[in-house]
Protein backbone atom coordinates (compact mmCIF):
# COMPACT_ATOMS: atom_id res chain seq x y z
CA UNK A 1 0.00 0.00 0.00
CA UNK A 2 1.14 3.29 -0.24
CA UNK A 3 2.97 5.70 2.16
CA UNK A 4 0.46 8.09 1.88
CA UNK A 5 -2.87 9.30 1.62
CA UNK A 6 -4.17 7.66 -1.78
CA UNK A 7 -6.33 10.59 -4.07
CA UNK A 8 -8.96 9.88 -6.64
CA UNK A 9 -9.43 12.61 -8.76
CA UNK A 10 -12.51 11.76 -10.43
CA UNK A 11 -15.37 10.75 -8.06
CA UNK A 12 -19.18 12.40 -8.74
CA UNK A 13 -21.36 13.87 -6.22
CA UNK A 14 -25.23 14.98 -5.85
CA UNK A 15 -25.15 16.41 -2.62
CA UNK A 16 -27.56 14.83 -0.30
CA UNK A 17 -28.08 18.11 0.81
CA UNK A 18 -29.04 19.89 -2.32
CA UNK A 19 -31.95 17.49 -3.20
CA UNK A 20 -33.29 17.81 0.45
CA UNK A 21 -33.22 21.46 -0.46
CA UNK A 22 -35.28 20.79 -3.68
CA UNK A 23 -37.96 18.45 -2.58
CA UNK A 24 -38.96 21.46 -0.07
CA UNK A 25 -38.53 24.15 -2.38
CA UNK A 26 -37.93 24.39 -6.26
CA UNK A 27 -34.55 26.31 -7.59
CA UNK A 28 -34.18 27.81 -11.46
CA UNK A 29 -36.29 25.75 -12.00
CA UNK A 30 -34.85 22.39 -10.57
CA UNK A 31 -36.72 20.01 -8.46
CA UNK A 32 -36.16 16.87 -6.97
CA UNK A 33 -37.96 14.00 -5.51
CA UNK A 34 -37.59 10.65 -4.07
CA UNK A 35 -38.36 7.42 -6.25
CA UNK A 36 -37.86 3.74 -5.14
CA UNK A 37 -34.88 3.65 -6.98
CA UNK A 38 -33.37 6.33 -5.65
CA UNK A 39 -33.46 10.50 -6.10
CA UNK A 40 -34.61 11.90 -9.37
CA UNK A 41 -34.35 15.47 -10.19
CA UNK A 42 -36.16 17.22 -12.87
CA UNK A 43 -33.79 19.71 -14.92
CA UNK A 44 -35.55 22.12 -16.74
CA UNK A 45 -35.63 22.21 -20.43
CA UNK A 46 -33.79 18.52 -20.12
CA UNK A 47 -36.74 15.98 -17.97
CA UNK A 48 -35.67 13.81 -15.39
CA UNK A 49 -32.12 12.75 -14.88
CA UNK A 50 -32.15 9.22 -14.10
CA UNK A 51 -32.27 7.40 -10.50
CA UNK A 52 -29.47 8.82 -8.05
CA UNK A 53 -28.59 6.12 -5.73
CA UNK A 54 -27.10 6.42 -2.62
CA UNK A 55 -23.10 5.86 -3.79
CA UNK A 56 -23.50 9.25 -5.39
CA UNK A 57 -25.32 11.25 -2.71
CA UNK A 58 -24.78 8.78 1.23
CA UNK A 59 -21.83 8.94 2.93
CA UNK A 60 -22.10 5.36 4.48
CA UNK A 61 -21.66 3.68 0.77
CA UNK A 62 -19.03 6.06 -0.57
CA UNK A 63 -16.88 5.31 3.25
CA UNK A 64 -17.15 1.53 2.26
CA UNK A 65 -16.10 1.92 -1.12
CA UNK A 66 -12.91 3.92 -0.32
CA UNK A 67 -12.08 1.15 2.66
CA UNK A 68 -12.78 -1.12 0.03
CA UNK A 69 -10.61 0.08 -2.57
CA UNK A 70 -7.50 1.42 -0.78
CA UNK A 71 -8.43 5.14 -2.00
CA UNK A 72 -8.15 7.37 1.32
CA UNK A 73 -9.80 10.56 -0.45
CA UNK A 74 -11.41 12.07 -2.96
CA UNK A 75 -11.79 15.41 -4.96
CA UNK A 76 -15.50 15.47 -5.47
CA UNK A 77 -17.07 16.35 -8.75
CA UNK A 78 -20.11 16.79 -9.43
CA UNK A 79 -22.51 14.89 -12.24
CA UNK A 80 -22.98 17.31 -15.05
CA UNK A 81 -26.42 15.78 -15.67
CA UNK A 82 -27.98 17.97 -12.74
CA UNK A 83 -25.86 20.96 -14.55
CA UNK A 84 -25.86 20.91 -18.16
CA UNK A 85 -28.93 23.18 -19.51
CA UNK A 86 -29.30 26.11 -20.97
CA UNK A 87 -31.65 26.77 -18.76
CA UNK A 88 -29.10 26.71 -15.10
CA UNK A 89 -27.66 30.08 -15.62
CA UNK A 90 -25.26 31.29 -12.96
CA UNK A 91 -27.96 31.10 -10.01
CA UNK A 92 -27.95 27.59 -10.08
CA UNK A 93 -24.21 27.09 -10.53
CA UNK A 94 -23.42 28.93 -7.14
CA UNK A 95 -26.24 26.70 -5.59
CA UNK A 96 -24.67 23.73 -6.68
CA UNK A 97 -21.10 25.07 -5.51
CA UNK A 98 -22.91 26.21 -1.68
CA UNK A 99 -23.58 22.71 -1.71
CA UNK A 100 -20.86 20.77 -3.30
CA UNK A 101 -18.71 22.79 -0.59
CA UNK A 102 -20.99 21.78 1.97
CA UNK A 103 -20.36 18.08 0.97
CA UNK A 104 -16.61 18.70 0.60
CA UNK A 105 -15.95 20.29 4.44
CA UNK A 106 -18.31 17.54 5.87
CA UNK A 107 -16.03 14.95 4.13
CA UNK A 108 -12.76 16.62 4.96
CA UNK A 109 -11.21 16.82 1.15
CA UNK A 110 -12.16 19.46 -1.91
CA UNK A 111 -14.11 19.64 -4.76
CA UNK A 112 -14.50 21.14 -7.96
CA UNK A 113 -16.49 24.13 -8.81
CA UNK A 114 -18.95 24.43 -11.69
CA UNK A 115 -19.59 28.21 -13.32
CA UNK A 116 -22.23 29.16 -15.97
CA UNK A 117 -20.80 28.79 -19.72
CA UNK A 118 -23.51 31.73 -21.25
CA UNK A 119 -20.35 34.12 -21.53
CA UNK A 120 -17.00 33.91 -20.97
CA UNK A 121 -15.97 37.70 -19.15
CA UNK A 122 -18.91 36.11 -16.59
CA UNK A 123 -17.45 32.63 -16.24
CA UNK A 124 -14.05 33.98 -15.43
CA UNK A 125 -15.69 36.19 -13.01
CA UNK A 126 -17.52 33.24 -11.40
CA UNK A 127 -14.45 31.41 -11.58
CA UNK A 128 -12.14 33.62 -9.74
CA UNK A 129 -15.20 33.79 -7.26
CA UNK A 130 -15.25 30.29 -6.78
CA UNK A 131 -11.45 30.08 -6.27
CA UNK A 132 -11.52 32.27 -3.40
CA UNK A 133 -13.32 29.80 -1.29
CA UNK A 134 -10.98 27.17 0.36
CA UNK A 135 -13.37 24.32 -0.06
CA UNK A 136 -12.70 24.52 -4.37
CA UNK A 137 -9.07 23.35 -6.04
CA UNK A 138 -10.43 23.47 -9.25
CA UNK A 139 -13.20 23.75 -11.98
CA UNK A 140 -15.29 21.11 -13.79
CA UNK A 141 -15.88 22.07 -17.02
CA UNK A 142 -18.47 20.62 -19.72
CA UNK A 143 -16.37 19.70 -23.00
CA UNK A 144 -20.26 20.37 -24.74
CA UNK A 145 -21.02 23.58 -23.29
CA UNK A 146 -25.07 23.38 -23.69
CA UNK A 147 -25.41 27.57 -23.97
CA UNK A 148 -22.58 30.19 -24.73
CA UNK A 149 -19.16 29.74 -27.02
CA UNK A 150 -17.71 26.49 -27.55
CA UNK A 151 -14.25 26.13 -25.86
CA UNK A 152 -12.18 26.47 -28.17
CA UNK A 153 -13.90 29.77 -29.24
CA UNK A 154 -11.65 33.29 -28.91
CA UNK A 155 -15.20 34.57 -26.68
CA UNK A 156 -14.12 31.65 -24.02
CA UNK A 157 -10.74 32.98 -23.77
CA UNK A 158 -11.52 34.85 -20.20
CA UNK A 159 -11.86 31.57 -18.26
CA UNK A 160 -8.58 30.67 -19.89
CA UNK A 161 -6.46 33.22 -19.17
CA UNK A 162 -7.97 33.13 -15.31
CA UNK A 163 -7.43 29.90 -14.99
CA UNK A 164 -3.62 29.77 -16.31
CA UNK A 165 -3.11 33.21 -14.29
CA UNK A 166 -3.96 31.53 -11.02
CA UNK A 167 -2.94 28.02 -12.07
CA UNK A 168 -6.58 26.74 -11.64
CA UNK A 169 -7.28 23.16 -12.17
CA UNK A 170 -10.20 22.57 -15.02
CA UNK A 171 -11.17 18.89 -15.38
CA UNK A 172 -12.82 18.56 -18.95
CA UNK A 173 -15.64 16.29 -18.85
CA UNK A 174 -18.06 15.23 -21.58
CA UNK A 175 -21.71 15.38 -21.32
CA UNK A 176 -24.02 11.99 -20.97
CA UNK A 177 -25.98 13.42 -24.07
CA UNK A 178 -22.98 15.10 -26.12
CA UNK A 179 -22.56 15.58 -29.96
CA UNK A 180 -21.46 11.83 -30.48
CA UNK A 181 -25.42 11.18 -29.64
CA UNK A 182 -26.01 12.11 -33.39
CA UNK A 183 -24.56 9.01 -34.39
CA UNK A 184 -27.23 7.00 -34.66
CA UNK A 185 -25.09 3.67 -35.50
CA UNK A 186 -23.52 3.74 -31.51
CA UNK A 187 -26.87 2.47 -30.64
CA UNK A 188 -26.53 1.80 -26.91
CA UNK A 189 -22.43 2.15 -26.65
CA UNK A 190 -22.67 5.97 -26.61
CA UNK A 191 -21.32 5.60 -22.87
CA UNK A 192 -19.15 3.11 -23.88
CA UNK A 193 -17.61 5.01 -27.16
CA UNK A 194 -19.61 8.16 -27.42
CA UNK A 195 -18.24 9.91 -24.28
CA UNK A 196 -14.62 8.91 -25.47
CA UNK A 197 -15.39 10.23 -28.66
CA UNK A 198 -16.87 13.82 -27.31
CA UNK A 199 -13.49 14.25 -25.19
CA UNK A 200 -11.18 13.65 -28.06
CA UNK A 201 -13.42 15.98 -30.32
CA UNK A 202 -13.10 18.94 -28.10
CA UNK A 203 -9.91 18.18 -26.69
CA UNK A 204 -8.92 18.31 -30.36
CA UNK A 205 -10.39 21.61 -31.14
CA UNK A 206 -8.33 22.84 -28.38
CA UNK A 207 -5.07 22.40 -29.54
CA UNK A 208 -5.99 23.37 -33.45
CA UNK A 209 -7.30 26.75 -32.35
CA UNK A 210 -4.69 27.32 -30.36
CA UNK A 211 -5.46 27.69 -26.95
CA UNK A 212 -2.35 25.81 -25.45
CA UNK A 213 -0.59 28.56 -27.57
CA UNK A 214 -2.39 31.49 -26.56
CA UNK A 215 -2.47 30.09 -22.81
CA UNK A 216 0.68 28.29 -22.18
CA UNK A 217 0.90 26.23 -18.50
CA UNK A 218 -2.97 26.02 -18.33
CA UNK A 219 -3.66 23.31 -15.94
CA UNK A 220 -6.32 21.01 -17.95
CA UNK A 221 -7.10 17.28 -17.10
CA UNK A 222 -8.93 15.14 -19.60
CA UNK A 223 -11.00 12.34 -17.83
CA UNK A 224 -11.48 8.46 -19.16
CA UNK A 225 -7.19 8.24 -20.16
CA UNK A 226 -8.02 11.46 -22.36
CA UNK A 227 -10.31 9.76 -24.90
CA UNK A 228 -8.78 8.30 -28.12
CA UNK A 229 -6.82 11.42 -28.66
CA UNK A 230 -3.29 9.49 -26.86
CA UNK A 231 -3.77 6.56 -28.75
CA UNK A 232 -4.21 8.24 -32.48
CA UNK A 233 -2.13 11.53 -31.96
CA UNK A 234 -0.18 11.03 -34.90
CA UNK A 235 -3.32 10.53 -37.07
CA UNK A 236 -4.44 13.83 -36.26
CA UNK A 237 -0.94 14.95 -36.72
CA UNK A 238 -1.09 13.57 -40.31
CA UNK A 239 -4.64 15.75 -40.54
CA UNK A 240 -2.71 18.96 -39.58
CA UNK A 241 0.16 18.54 -42.30
CA UNK A 242 -2.77 17.90 -45.23
CA UNK A 243 -5.04 20.54 -43.45
CA UNK A 244 -7.87 18.51 -43.00
CA UNK A 245 -7.83 18.87 -39.25
CA UNK A 246 -6.56 22.54 -39.41
CA UNK A 247 -7.54 25.75 -37.40
CA UNK A 248 -4.56 27.89 -37.00
CA UNK A 249 -0.38 27.54 -37.65
CA UNK A 250 0.21 26.03 -34.07
CA UNK A 251 3.63 27.35 -32.24
CA UNK A 252 4.95 23.91 -32.62
CA UNK A 253 5.23 21.96 -35.35
CA UNK A 254 2.25 19.26 -35.09
CA UNK A 255 -0.76 18.62 -32.49
CA UNK A 256 1.06 15.77 -31.01
CA UNK A 257 3.73 18.01 -29.44
CA UNK A 258 0.54 19.32 -27.20
CA UNK A 259 -0.15 15.98 -25.33
CA UNK A 260 2.26 16.67 -22.34
CA UNK A 261 0.83 19.23 -21.92
CA UNK A 262 -2.38 17.92 -20.48
CA UNK A 263 -2.49 15.34 -17.42
CA UNK A 264 -4.50 12.43 -17.65
CA UNK A 265 -6.41 10.59 -15.18
CA UNK A 266 -6.94 6.35 -14.99
CA UNK A 267 -10.13 5.68 -16.40
CA UNK A 268 -8.84 3.95 -19.22
CA UNK A 269 -9.66 0.73 -17.27
CA UNK A 270 -6.32 -1.03 -17.67
CA UNK A 271 -2.80 -1.04 -16.31
CA UNK A 272 -1.33 -1.75 -20.04
CA UNK A 273 -3.55 2.12 -20.92
CA UNK A 274 -1.73 3.39 -17.76
CA UNK A 275 1.50 2.47 -18.66
CA UNK A 276 0.85 3.57 -22.05
CA UNK A 277 0.58 7.27 -20.90
CA UNK A 278 2.78 7.28 -18.66
CA UNK A 279 5.39 6.56 -21.61
CA UNK A 280 4.13 9.19 -24.07
CA UNK A 281 3.70 12.27 -20.94
CA UNK A 282 5.70 10.86 -18.47
CA UNK A 283 4.20 9.17 -14.83
CA UNK A 284 4.00 12.61 -13.25
CA UNK A 285 0.91 13.47 -15.73
CA UNK A 286 -1.30 10.50 -14.80
CA UNK A 287 -3.60 10.75 -12.27
CA UNK A 288 -5.70 7.90 -10.46
CA UNK A 289 -9.59 8.57 -11.29
CA UNK A 290 -12.08 6.03 -10.69
CA UNK A 291 -15.31 7.74 -12.55
CA UNK A 292 -17.27 6.77 -8.74
CA UNK A 293 -20.04 5.70 -8.25
CA UNK A 294 -20.81 4.62 -11.71
CA UNK A 295 -20.80 1.00 -13.06
CA UNK A 296 -18.41 1.63 -15.86
CA UNK A 297 -15.96 3.54 -13.83
CA UNK A 298 -12.98 1.21 -12.36
CA UNK A 299 -13.93 -1.04 -9.04
CA UNK A 300 -10.46 -0.86 -8.17
CA UNK A 301 -8.21 1.58 -9.90
CA UNK A 302 -5.78 1.40 -7.08
CA UNK A 303 -4.74 -2.02 -8.09
CA UNK A 304 -5.11 -0.92 -11.58
CA UNK A 305 -2.06 1.06 -11.00
CA UNK A 306 -0.48 -1.48 -9.29
CA UNK A 307 -1.09 -3.55 -12.41
CA UNK A 308 0.42 -1.06 -14.80
CA UNK A 309 3.93 -2.22 -14.38
CA UNK A 310 5.43 1.29 -13.39
CA UNK A 311 8.02 1.46 -10.59
CA UNK A 312 7.24 2.14 -7.23
CA UNK A 313 8.31 5.88 -7.83
CA UNK A 314 6.08 6.11 -10.81
CA UNK A 315 3.24 4.66 -9.03
CA UNK A 316 3.30 6.31 -5.70
CA UNK A 317 3.02 10.00 -8.03
CA UNK A 318 -0.01 8.62 -9.75
CA UNK A 319 -1.87 7.57 -6.58
CA UNK A 320 -0.94 10.66 -4.72
CA UNK A 321 1.81 13.08 -5.80
CA UNK A 322 0.79 14.71 -8.43
CA UNK A 323 -2.77 14.59 -7.49
CA UNK A 324 -1.47 16.32 -4.31
CA UNK A 325 0.93 18.38 -6.25
CA UNK A 326 -2.07 20.30 -8.72
CA UNK A 327 -5.07 20.19 -6.64
CA UNK A 328 -3.09 21.56 -3.47
CA UNK A 329 -4.37 24.89 -2.45
CA UNK A 330 -2.13 27.90 -1.55
CA UNK A 331 -1.52 28.40 1.70
Known amino acids: MSRTEVLDTHAHIVPRSLLIALEKTASAGFSARRTDSGWVVAVPGAGDTRPIGARMTEAGPRAA ?5 GVTRQILSPWLDVL ?12 VNDAMAESAAEQGTVALASVDTDDGDRAADDLLEAWKRPEFAGLLL ?14 FDPLWTVAASE ?5 LHPPTCGPSGDLTSLGTMGNVHGRLIDNTVAVTKL ?18 GGGFLPYQAHRLDGGYRTKEAFAVTLDRERPSAYLGDFRYDTVGLSGPSIAFLAGLVGADRVLLGSDFPFALGDP ?3 RTVRDSGLDDVAVEKVLHGNADTLFRRPA
Open 65 to 69: WLSDT
Open 84 to 95: ATPAAGRDWART
Open 142 to 155: NTDPPSGPALHEPA
Open 167 to 171: GIPVV
Open 207 to 224: ILAGVLDRHPGLPLVLVH
Open 300 to 302: QPV
